[in-house]
């Protein structure tokens, strides 16, 4: 195998060729960057009522969602490294087809890891110690599905614990809207990635995989609405504390109808229950990420500027 393969095989291991996956990591991510700052500058008193995190906080913890995506990838596959071959949809990964070794993947995975730790060193030392968190979940995430048909749940909590990361950064430690934020993603992740599963029931059923999409059986798309509806009200409970005190006031919350009208066309998808049709409205979770991101962003912005 010649090095370009190699390398390319490496991307195709870490997805770095798929960024839909580093982007619907790396948005709530920064969400939580965004309001533990303006929490900080609530808490000051005086009447503050915004503030932006500083810029080399918010790019520490974008690159690291990056990096921890692509290293969840790499554990990922080695966790699946001898079902993924028997689904249609994976059987072309490096470990399925033999390009990439076991001990390879695992090797990208700490590296990975390592990189990703070496950001901490510009956060205060509590922010490693709630890290650590997050490579524990990560790491063993993948092997949930040979266990219980809620690996969903254990992928929307590795993939939020940069969130209470993100406020022990800029806070010195959670609070109650860091975990009710947190509690939301969590619902949109399942939601997500109960989709992304629907596409690979039909093959999950025949190797023994599990999965929430099995689980909730003929209920999936009545549940993934049930879960984005909680995440609708949870996100516009939280909205509403952060914006509520500023020029603002609830108009924030009411730009979460449009979500709502992303999340109603995805359910007419999926009540199909075709993997293809499926797997399209999982892709479409990406425009969710981006549209509450820059909702939130414009916001904190405006009211910085403002009040």
Not at 161 to 177: E, F, H, K, L, T
Not at 196 to 202: T, V
Not at 255 to 276: D, I, P, W
Request: with cysteine; glycine share 6%.
């Amino acid at each position: 195998m010649t090095f370009n393969d190699k390398l390319q095989a490496y991307i195709q291991l870490t997805r770095f060729d798929k960024p839909v996956g580093i982007e619907l990591l790396l948005w709530p991510t920064l969400w939580g960057v965004l309001f533990a700052a303006m929490g900080q500058a609530q808490q000051q008193g005086a009447g503050v009522t915004a503030g932006l995190p500083s810029l080399s906080v918010f790019i520490i913890f974008a690159l690291g969602a990056i990096l921890m995506r692509a290293a969840g990838c790499a554990i990922n596959d080695f966790a699946d490294r001898k079902v993924d071959g028997h689904i249609s949809r994976t059987k072309g990964r490096p470990l399925a087809d033999g390009r990439l070794s076991a001990k390879e993947a695992i090797a990208a995975f700490l590296v990975l890891v390592l990189l990703s730790a070496s950001l901490l060193l510009f956060l205060p030392i509590q922010v490693f110690y709630w890290s650590l968190g997050a490579v524990i979940l990560a790491f063993i995430y993948p092997f949930m599905k040979r266990y219980t048909h809620l690996p969903q749940v254990f992928l929307a909590a590795a993939f939020g614990w940069a969130i209470p990361m993100a406020y022990v950064a800029i806070q010195g430690a959670p609070d109650i809207w860091c975990w009710l934020l947190f509690v939301a993603y969590m619902c949109w992740t399942v939601a997500y990635d109960t989709q992304y599963a629907m596409a690979d029931r039909e093959d999950d059923i025949k190797i023994g995989v599990k999965s929430t999409a099995i689980l909730f059986g003929r209920y999936d798309v009545i549940i993934i609405s049930l879960l984005q509806t909680l995440f609708l009200i949870i996100m516009g409970v939280v909205m509403w504390h952060y914006f509520a005190p500023t020029s603002l006031g609830l108009t924030p919350v009411f730009g979460l109808a449009l979500v709502a009208m992303m999340f109603a066309k995805q359910n007419s998808a999926c009540a199909s229950r075709n993997a293809l049709a499926c797997f399209q409205a999982f892709l479409a979770n990406i425009w969710v990420g981006r549209y509450v991101f820059a909702l939130i962003a414009i916001a904190c912005i405006w009211t910085t500027f403002n009040g």
